[in-house]
């Protein structure tokens, strides 16, 4: 069961790059990172999801060092509307009764002008 | 588009009164999970089908149950809800369980218990 940390929240700026760093220390071998975006009143949304080493995408980079114990969330040159809850997610097989899917508390992302 | 619709947004109920949430998908995805997300907090899982499978967390109340009638639609019945069951709902699809599948959600419901 892969219990995850994150910061309660952060600031940026407009046109910065913020990381977001997600602990997940006990990572089960079989378990992908994904991260979703949540914004007020609506479904959270997918952003990336990733193994190992770095992925990226239109939106966002991931990185995961080679230990898999934490990954990093990289949003390049912000705006105003990446304000929102930032969810890391590590899973596996829901078909192992042991293995769940558990939100953690998710980081509150405001970006300031 | 290809989506998950949840109907209606948003639902009033008395206390004690039954109510039922219902989620449709044109994804035809495999999965379909119910997650209960209460104000300032993460959504929990609550229950998932894979196709008719249906696969209930230990710690969810007896007073949720939940119906999926075919591959499109699942529904969320509460049975007698309670102020504490006072909550967003939300719905999402997957193709598969593994963890490498993401996760589509709906825009969800809010319940208000009256």
């Known amino acids: 069961l892969a219990k995850t940390t994150q910061p309660i929240s952060m600031d940026s700026y407009e046109g910065q790059e913020v990381n977001i760093t997600c602990s997940h220390n006990?990572?089960?071998?079989?378990?992908?990172i994904t991260w979703y975006q949540q914004f007020p009143s609506q479904g959270p949304r997918f952003i990336i999801q990733g193994y190992k080493t770095k992925v990226t995408n239109e939106v966002a980079s991931l990185f995961i060092p080679a230990d898999r114990k934490s990954s990093t969330l990289s949003l390049p040159r912000v705006s105003l509307s990446d304000t929102a809850v930032y969810y890391c997610?590590?899973?596996?097989?829901?078909?192992?009764?042991?293995?769940?899917?558990?939100f953690g508390k998710g980081t509150r992302l405001h970006i300031l002008p | 588009d290809a989506m998950v619709i949840q109907n209606p947004r948003y639902q009033v109920t008395q206390f004690g009164k039954p109510v039922t949430l219902s989620c449709s998908q044109t994804l035809n995805h495999n999965v379909m999970y119910w997650y209960q997300q209460k104000s300032s907090q993460a959504p929990k899982l609550l229950f998932h089908y894979y196709d008719k499978d249906f696969n209930n967390e230990a710690d969810t109340p007896d007073n949720f149950q939940s119906r999926r009638p075919n591959t499109s639609f699942c529904f969320l019945d509460i049975r007698s809800p309670g102020l504490g069951d006072a909550a967003m709902y939300l719905c999402?699809?997957?193709?598969?369980?593994?963890?490498?599948?993401?996760?589509?959600f709906g825009p969800g419901t809010r319940l208000t218990v009256t």
């Open positions: 006990n990572i089960a071998t079989n378990d992908y």
């Open positions: 999402a699809t997957s193709r598969g369980r593994d963890g490498e599948y993401e996760q589509y």
């Open positions: 997610l590590v899973g596996g097989l829901l078909m192992n009764r042991d293995d769940k899917i558990i």
